[in-house]
């Protein structure tokens, strides 16, 4: 069980140029948790993409339905207050903080490309390149047998 960010789940469920390490990330581990919050992040990375691609409102709509009931089991309820603690302690914005918190609560690693969370949060976050050469680490070279498949992908950029 891991907990990633917003941009791990777009790089998942859309095609970006983090697209493979992202599944590759699933096929070792597909336990993945979110806060709840992270679907109105999510919704701003779709619109944007909305205003900026080819994707159809129709096309947008259903990618974020899909990745909504993808994730639906591994939501979790935090209390805004949890979030602006550590928001304050890592010097972060409570939506980070909504992850770091949910990783502390879960005693497990938060994946995240965002720099300044990996800089600030050393003990709690990885990349996904640091979190996949520690579980390659503990193996004999061989990988976990999961496969992702995505509804149809398109490049986006996460923000």
């Known amino acids: 069980m891991i907990v990633v960010d917003t941009c791990i789940i777009v790089h998942l469920y859309n095609e970006t140029t983090c697209t493979a390490k992202a599944q590759e990330l699933f096929a070792i581990n597909p336990y993945w948790q979110v806060p709840s919050m992270w679907q109105e992040e999510y919704a701003n990375v779709l619109a944007k993409l909305a205003r900026t691609s080819t994707c159809t ?4 709509l259903n990618r ?3 990745t909504v009931q993808q994730l639906q089991e591994s939501q979790h ?8 603690e550590y928001a304050m302690r890592y010097q972060r914005s409570a939506y980070d903080a909504h992850f770091i ?5 879960l005693n497990t690693w938060l994946i995240t490309e965002d720099k300044e ?6 003990t709690r976050a990885l990349s996904i390149a640091q979190y996949i050469q ?8 061989s990988k976990a047998g999961n496969t992702f498949s995505a509804l149809g992908t398109k490049s986006v950029t996460c923000l």
């Open 57 to 60: 409102h129709e096309e947008v």
């Open 64 to 66: 974020f339905q899909y």
């Open 77 to 84: 309820e935090l209390k805004p207050i949890e979030a602006l």
């Open 101 to 105: 918190a949910l990783a502390e609560k």
């Open 117 to 122: 969370v990996l800089q600030k949060c050393k």
């Open 134 to 141: 520690k579980q390659q680490s503990k193996w004999d070279g």
